[in-house]
């Protein structure tokens, strides 16, 4: 009986001092782990209970069922697959998080990443026509961070017609659709007009998902190259 009460207790332990050390590394509070032996060796952790964080308090996100958990991870591991261990640790990404109904300051949002806390919390519950590419989105958003100096939203705002002007913000505006547009005109989606930053995300994460480009306008063509060489000049064998 002692050597299972022994058991018992070190197995408690261990799993606290697996929830502190977590804690300690990305400071987000009610997380276990899920898989960390992965060949480009990201380190996946879900919500076991609801958890809230930011200066404001104003980012929170629930926990999710077992077999949700289990799907939305076989999707989410073949997408971040395609990023090898060289390439996640050039852009500063080594956990992700995964919960559900994702929002910041009250407003649903597919994906918050963290650069300096190497970390990608994903919303397994966002709307899953458009969930693979979201993922792809955010992770460009965390390649942006890190890479502010090559992805120039002027050079990048150059490229569009001249009357053309982005929101100051993405909850500035009200162009928030991500269905693919079948004429481009310079962007992929709605979403996309709203500001440069998630326009890049946009362009980025169609060409990841392999978006059929056989129709694309002189301006998208622009984004694209500009896309592309950047990312080579982070890692020059990135495939896409």
């Not at 100096?149 to 982005?166: A, M, P, Q, T």
């Not at 009200?174 to 979403?191: A, I, Q, R, S, V």
């Not at 002189?218 to 080579?232: D, M, T």
């Amino acid at each position: 009986m002692n050597i299972i009460r022994s058991f018992l207790l070190l197995f408690l332990l261990t799993i606290q001092v697996q929830a502190n050390t977590i804690y300690n590394l990305i400071k987000i509070p009610n997380l276990e782990i899920y898989e960390t032996k992965t060949q480009n060796k990201l380190r996946y952790l879900y919500a076991k209970q609801p958890f809230t964080i930011g200066v404001n308090n104003n980012i929170n996100c629930y926990n999710s069922n077992k077999k949700d958990l289990d799907d939305k991870y076989k999707t989410v591991k073949k997408n971040l697959d395609r990023y090898n261990h060289k390439f996640l640790k050039k852009i500063n990404l080594k956990y992700i998080v995964l919960c559900e109904d994702l929002s910041i300051s009250k407003i649903n949002t597919a994906g918050i990443p963290d650069h300096i806390m190497k970390t990608l919390i994903l919303d397994i519950n966002f709307n899953q026509n458009y969930f693979e590419r979201v993922i792809h989105h955010e992770v460009f958003h965390a390649i942006n961070d890190s890479y502010k100096n090559l992805f120039d939203e002027k050079v990048w705002s150059g490229f569009n017609d001249k009357e053309f002007k982005y929101a100051k913000c993405s909850t500035c505006t009200d162009k928030l659709g991500l269905n693919t547009y079948t004429n481009t005109m310079g962007f992929f989606t709605e979403y996309s007009r709203s500001t440069a930053s998630e326009d890049m995300a946009e362009v980025f994460s169609h060409l990841m998902v392999g978006s059929n480009l056989e129709n694309i306008d002189p301006i998208l063509e622009k984004k694209i190259q500009f896309i592309i060489i950047n990312l080579q000049k982070i890692d020059k064998n990135f495939i896409l």
